[in-house]
T-cell receptor
Framework: DTAVSQTPKYLVTQMGNDKSIKCEQN?????MYWYKQDSKKFLKIMFS???????INETVPNRFSPKSPDKAHLNLHINSLELGDSAVYFC????????????????????FGPGTRLTVL | GENVEQHPSTLSVQEGDSAVIKCTYS??????FPWYKQELGKRPQLIID?????GEKKDQRIAVTLNKTAKHFSLHITETQPEDSAVYFC?????????????????FGQGTILTVHP
């Protein structure tokens, strides 16, 4: 199936631990994102990579470190987990427009993964 | 940066009634406005979108309107069904360029919990 997949689906861990979430897309997209959805359902972008290059880096604690080994994968590593990190983390992908300056469009849909529910105890 | 406000935060309607969710955005450079539906425990999924050069778009029971001057856009669902119950998110997208690549950054509204009672 073509899709955006994430592992693990659930992650329960103790404060202070380090954990990683993995994301893969086989849609052929060149742009991937990490979003955090808190308990109030607010969806906020954290990072975005285009062709393995970081293009969006919102105000996120530097305990969060994304890594994109290739354009089909975007992982998120979190050091020294805190209670406030508990949330659902969604990966998403889309196709940005190519290089060459201003282009029309750029409206391509973002496809979301199933989410990873992180609970920090 | 872009700021998107969404209202109401909760909406309860009877089956068959219409539902309207409204959003405002702050950055006039935003040029694309998608709406996502998120069912309980599932991923957000695009249900309809509108570009800044269009005032209205309809897809069966769902329609979206955009007023660029006032910087607001709305989702209209007619003949609601219990299956429409979900959280709905509006978003506004600014196109930006980095390293010669054009990409978009979505800013989401706070979400509306829609409940359709049978």
């Amino acid at each position: 199936d073509t899709a955006v997949s994430q592992t693990p689906k659930y992650l329960v861990t103790q404060m202070g631990n380090d954990k990683s979430i993995k994301c893969e897309q086989n849609l052929g997209h060149d742009t991937m994102y990490w979003y955090k959805q808190d308990s109030k359902k607010f969806l906020k972008i954290m990072f975005s990579y285009n062709n393995k290059e970081l293009i969006i880096n919102e105000t996120v604690p530097n305990r969060f470190s994304p890594k994109s080994p290739d354009k089909a994968h975007l992982n998120l590593h979190i050091n020294s987990l805190e209670l406030g990190d508990s949330a659902v983390y969604f990966c998403a992908s889309s196709q940005a427009n190519g290089r060459g300056g201003l282009v029309s469009g750029g409206y391509n849909e973002q496809f979301f993964g199933p989410g990873t529910r992180l609970t920090v105890l | 940066g872009e700021n998107v406000e969404q209202h109401p935060s909760t909406l309860s309607v009877q089956e068959g009634d219409s539902a309207v969710i409204k959003c405002t955005y702050s950055d006039s450079a935003s040029n694309y406005f998608p709406w996502y539906k998120q069912e309980l425990g599932k991923r957000p999924q695009l249900i309809i979108d509108i570009r800044s050069n269009v005032g209205e778009k309809k897809d069966q029971r769902i329609a979206v309107t955009l007023n660029k001057t006032a910087k607001h856009f709305s989702l209209h669902i007619t003949e609601t069904q219990p299956e429409d119950s979900a959280v709905y998110f509006c978003a506004a997208r600014i196109r930006a360029n980095a390293g010669g690549t054009s990409y978009g950054k979505l800013t989401f509204g706070q979400g509306t919990i829609l409940t359709v009672h049978p």
